[in-house]
């Protein structure tokens, strides 16, 4: 079952913009991972953030989860061309090992 | 230069038949897992592995089949008996199913198309 899921569906932005994608969950969680996907191509793990973790930062990334909400959401900073993909939370609920739960993820395109 | 790979890249089947996706992988990974892809959805689990010789299914097993016989490698294979298996197929792995990180790495998917 998909427990994730990312608003906005799609987001289109120009270069140099911030852009900030929602993920929602509805079970506890362990930890929560966001992943990129180039098109056709398999997922990266971008960021990883503990239950116990409030904000992580990575580079241009920023993440925040908020766990009394049962959400988290990915900012882009300074957006680039190269920042267009898809972007997908995934949640470790911890019951079940390492299984990952992923949501729909959200198409971002950049524009030059 | 370790990672997993998927063979083949792009894979064309006649209604009726099986066929055996590949994915090898050399990071010393002890899980590996498979998920299914639809255009514009998410990822869903079909089979995973915590170790050798033992595997799980996933949300959506039906109409598939896997083997753990080597570490490093984790066929799947898809039978006739899988309604619509015209789907991007994503093979990865993670060091190890419980304990803590659970950062997984993917191959580059096979396209399966049925014709």
């Known amino acids: 079952s998909q427990q994730g899921e990312e608003d906005p569906q799609a987001l289109s932005i120009q270069e140099g913009e911030n852009a900030t994608m929602n993920c929602s969950y509805k079970?506890?969680?362990?930890?929560l991972q966001w992943y990129r996907q180039n098109s056709g191509r398999g997922l990266v793990h971008l960021i990883l953030?503990?239950?116990?973790?409030r904000e992580k930062h990575s580079g241009r990334l920023r993440v925040t989860l908020d766990t009394s909400k049962k959400s988290s959401s990915l900012l882009i900073t300074a957006s680039r061309a190269a920042d267009t993909a898809s972007y997908f939370c995934?949640?470790?609920?911890?019951?079940?090992?390492?299984?990952?739960?992923f949501g729909e993820g959200t198409q971002l395109t950049v524009n030059p | 230069d370790g990672g997993i790979t998927q063979s083949p890249k792009y894979l064309f089947r006649k209604e009726g038949q099986n066929v055996t996706l590949s994915c090898e992988q050399n990071?010393?990974?002890?899980?590996m897992y498979w998920y299914r892809q639809d255009p514009g959805q998410g990822l869903r689990l079909i089979y995973y592995?915590?170790?050798?010789?033992?595997?799980q299914k996933g949300d959506i097993a039906e109409g598939y089949s896997v083997s753990r016989e080597k570490k490093e490698s984790f066929p799947l294979t898809v039978t006739s008996a899988q309604k619509n298996p015209t789907a991007f197929y994503l093979c990865?792995?993670?060091?190890?199913?419980?304990?803590?990180?659970?950062?997984?790495?993917f191959g580059p998917g096979t396209r399966l198309t049925v014709l």
């Open positions: 079970t506890s969680i362990n930890n």
């Open positions: 592995s915590q170790i050798v010789n033992d595997f």
């Open positions: 990071l010393n990974h002890d899980a």
């Open positions: 995934a949640t470790d609920a911890g019951t079940s090992g390492s299984r990952l739960t």
């Open positions: 953030i503990r239950s116990n973790e």
């Open positions: 990865a792995s993670s060091p190890h199913f419980t304990g803590g990180i659970n950062e997984q790495f």
